[in-house]
């Protein structure tokens, strides 16, 4: 998690730079579509429904703020990975390709009516290549080999409409390497979510210059594994919506997903009465 640590860091540093998203009149149309009906889980969480809210008129997504949970790593029954899936909220789930579950998290989590984007291996500027996960994105391969692997891993995760890094401090501020991937996500028709690993991104640049839709990660809420961080982080997340109309935030499953699962099920019901809870698609300007 040192990474993760580093980007933190840089958040706070660059707070004032952060993007303030706009919800428009075209993606509200979509979201009203989406919501018309709401599923239930299935056999792998038997007996029980999700009760996700229901939007009912224009003026009721108009008049209150909108958050995106983005929660990562999922595809490798990791803890915390149920709980996350069972939030009375739409999430969006970030799920790594070619692991053991990846597939089943993806199907799962777009029956229950969450939406489901490819969390992508891609080179640090440090760690452990162990933490990356089977078919990451190195600065040292081709661009043949990088369009190759992210085709792959798109094709790997069933439903997804999007993409994230995962790690990636390195390929995130390499241009050429961006262009590649980039190239791959427009074709798909699919959005990038720069998760902000490397405060010095070139995601944003690229992203203009081919013509991808990208919005941008603005706060972890797991950088450290303890619930009082977490509950301090969405403090952050809460306070950001002072000042600006959504808000982006990641969690994970995994080594500390139980204490953000816990959180988030404590912290969610009590905003759900002011906050509109997204999915990364609904931010999205085309």
């Not at 009149?25 to 996700?52: F, R």
């Not at 969006?92 to 009516?113: N, Y």
């Not at 078919?135 to 994230?164: F, Y």
Request: charged content about 20%.
């Amino acid at each position: 998690m040192r990474e993760l640590r580093n980007a933190a860091k840089g958040f706070n540093q660059h707070r004032k730079a952060r993007l303030e998203l706009k919800i428009s009149a075209a993606v509200v149309a979509v979201l009203i579509a989406m919501m018309a009906c709401v599923p239930t889980i299935g056999a792998a969480i038997p007996n029980e429904q999700l009760n996700l809210p229901q939007v009912t008129n224009l003026q009721a997504i108009q008049d209150k703020k909108s958050v995106a949970i983005v929660i990562d790593d999922f595809g490798n029954k990791m803890k915390g990975t149920e709980l996350m899936l069972k939030l009375p909220v739409h999430i969006t789930v970030a799920v790594m390709p070619f692991l053991q579950t990846s597939v089943a998290d993806a199907k799962l989590a777009h029956q229950m009516g969450h939406e489901v984007i490819v969390h992508m291996p891609m080179e640090p500027k440090s760690g452990k290549a162990s933490w990356l996960g089977p078919g990451a994105i190195l600065s040292s391969q081709s661009d043949e080999e990088i369009e190759k692997r992210i085709r792959t891993a798109i094709d790997a995760v069933p439903h997804a409409v999007g993409m994230n890094n995962h790690m990636g401090s390195k390929i995130t501020g390499d241009k050429r390497v961006m262009r590649v991937v980039l190239r791959v996500i427009k074709e798909k028709g699919m959005y990038f979510l720069d998760s902000k690993t490397n405060y010095r991104s070139v995601i944003g640049e690229v992203a203009k210059e081919i013509g991808v839709p990208v919005v941008n990660n603005q706060i972890f809420l797991d950088d450290v594994y303890s619930e009082s961080h977490v509950t301090k982080q969405w403090s952050k997340v809460l306070d950001q919506l002072k000042s600006s109309a959504a808000c982006i935030t990641i969690g994970h499953v995994g080594a500390g997903g139980l204490k953000t699962a816990a959180v988030l099920h404590r912290q969610v019901p009590q905003a759900m009465k002011d906050l509109h809870f997204v999915r990364i698609s609904e931010l999205v300007k085309r």
